[in-house]
C-alpha cells in the first residue's frame, strides 16, 4: 500500500493507495486533488510518471513538502518524470508510450487530470470510447508493475439531481475500482474526503484533513470522529 502521508486518509483507503488498482480522485479546484498526488509520489520512494494535462504541478510545491517532510527535495524531484500533453490527442500518445516508460524502478503514475483536454474537446461526449482505452492502458501498467495509478478528475453541475459529479462518470466508474471525493469546508485550509467506491470499505466513509505547507494533513473535525459513514447525497448539505 501506498500511504497518503495522513492517518485518517490512509484508514479511509484501508491503507492507502493500493497496486495494481486504478484509482480516481475527483473534487472541484482548489480541493487538494494536486497536493495529495504530489505528496504520495514524494512517500512512494520510487519514480514518479507524472501526466500534467493542467500545468498544474509545481517543483515548488513539492519541493517545500518534501523538505519539510524530511525528504531531500532534488533527490524527491528527480524522481518524477513528468510530461505536458497539449491536447488530447498527444495525451493519448503519451499514455501509451507509458507502457514502455514504466518498470520496476516506478512506484507510482498520475494524470492530472485525466480530463481536462476531454472537455476542451468539441464534441467530448463522443471521445468516451477513446478515453476508456486510455484508462485500460492505465490499468494494464497497474497491474503489470503491481503499483498503484491515480487518475485525477474534474466535477461539473449535474442540473437533473443539483449535485456536482465526476466528468465522464460512467466512464471513469467501470474502470476504476477506488473513488476518493474531495470537497472544501468553510474553515480555510480544511477539507472532506468521502470514499464513493472501494473494493472492500464501505461506501459513504468519510474523513478530514487539512492543506499546510507541509501539503496533506490529519484535521479531525470538532465533535466527530475522524472517520464517519454518511449517505452520498448528506455530502452537499455540510459544504
Known amino acids: 500500500m501506498l500511504s497518503t502521508g495522513t492517518r485518517a486518509l490512509d484508514e479511509l483507503l484501508?491503507?492507502?493507495?493500493?497496486?495494481?488498482?486504478?484509482s480516481q480522485v475527483y473534487g472541484p479546484?482548489?480541493?487538494?486533488?494536486?497536493?495529495?498526488?504530489?505528496q504520495a509520489g514524494i512517500l512512494s520512494g520510487g519514480k514518479v510518471a507524472y501526466v500534467d494535462t493542467e500545468g498544474g504541478f509545481s517543483?515548488?510545491?513539492?519541493s517545500q513538502i518534501a523538505e519539510l517532510r524530511g525528504f531531500n527535495p532534488e533527490e524527491a524531484l528527480s524522481r518524477f518524470v513528468l510530461f505536458h500533453p497539449g491536447d488530447f490527442k498527444e495525451q493519448r500518445r503519451i499514455i501509451g508510450s507509458l507502457k514502455k516508460i514504466v518498470n520496476?524502478?516506478?512506484?507510482?503514475?498520475?494524470?492530472?487530470?485525466?480530463?481536462?483536454?476531454?472537455?476542451?474537446?468539441?464534441?467530448?461526449r463522443s471521445l468516451n470510447v477513446e478515453l476508456n482505452k486510455q484508462l485500460q492502458v492505465l490499468l494494464?501498467?497497474?497491474r503489470k508493475n503491481s503499483i498503484p495509478v491515480m487518475v485525477i478528475n474534474q466535477v461539473h453541475f449535474d442540473s437533473e439531481t443539483g449535485m456536482t459529479k465526476p466528468v465522464a462518470e460512467q466512464t471513469l466508474g467501470y474502470r476504476c475500482k477506488d473513488i476518493l471525493r474531495l470537497?472544501?469546508?468553510?474553515?480555510?485550509?480544511?477539507?472532506?474526503?468521502v470514499l464513493e467506491r472501494h473494493r472492500f470499505r464501505p461506501e459513504g466513509l468519510m474523513a478530514y484533513f487539512r492543506i499546510t505547507e507541509k501539503g496533506i494533513e490529519d484535521s479531525v473535525e470538532p465533535g466527530r470522529e475522524s472517520r464517519k459513514e454518511v449517505p452520498k447525497t448528506s455530502l452537499e448539505s455540510i459544504l
Open 14 to 22: 484501508g491503507g492507502g493507495f493500493a497496486p495494481g488498482i486504478l
Open 29 to 38: 479546484y482548489a480541493s487538494g486533488k494536486t497536493t495529495l498526488a504530489i
Open 59 to 62: 517543483p515548488e510545491r513539492l
Open 104 to 124: 520496476g524502478s516506478f512506484s507510482l503514475v498520475v494524470v492530472d487530470s485525466i480530463t481536462a483536454h476531454y472537455r476542451a474537446e468539441e464534441d467530448w
Open 140 to 142: 494494464w501498467i497497474a
Open 183 to 193: 470537497d472544501r469546508l468553510p474553515t480555510p485550509g480544511r477539507r472532506v474526503a
